[in-house]
């Protein structure tokens, strides 16, 4: 396998993995109250968690799976592949944990595009080139989905 296509796919899934990721820490959503908070009683019942906790949590998942890629070179592709699911897995779980309904929305998304590039990167790794383009293309679905969760959390 070329080593220059590696290289070129791992550019492009740092760049739209980790550049997307990093829309802000959790101060950006402190010291706010969202008008969907119905309870103050501290339950985490899906209804009694207001956007601003939910993003901050959220937040905190995306921030943590980062730093899976960081040790990420063009030798070993196969390390993206099991950072990207690794970043699958781990929203799923947060997703399941999050108690607002319009940032649990949003999640589904991100989660199928973390997993639709870990798949292709395990097929890049295995000599499959097609998966640049379409890994390019991911790069746009994970920046659009981003950027909702962005807009709904910076509110």
Known sequence: MNRRLIALALAVTATFGLTACTGGGTESYEGTESSNSESSSGASAPESQTVEEACASVNDTIQSVSDDFEGVTAEQPED???????AADALGD?????GNA??????PDIQAVFEAAGEAMTALSEGDATKVAELQNLGTDLQESFTAFQELCLE
């Open 94 to 98: 947060a997703s399941a944990e999050v």
């Open 80 to 86: 993206a592949a099991a950072a990207f699911q690794a």
């Open 102 to 107: 319009e940032v649990a929305a949003l999640l």
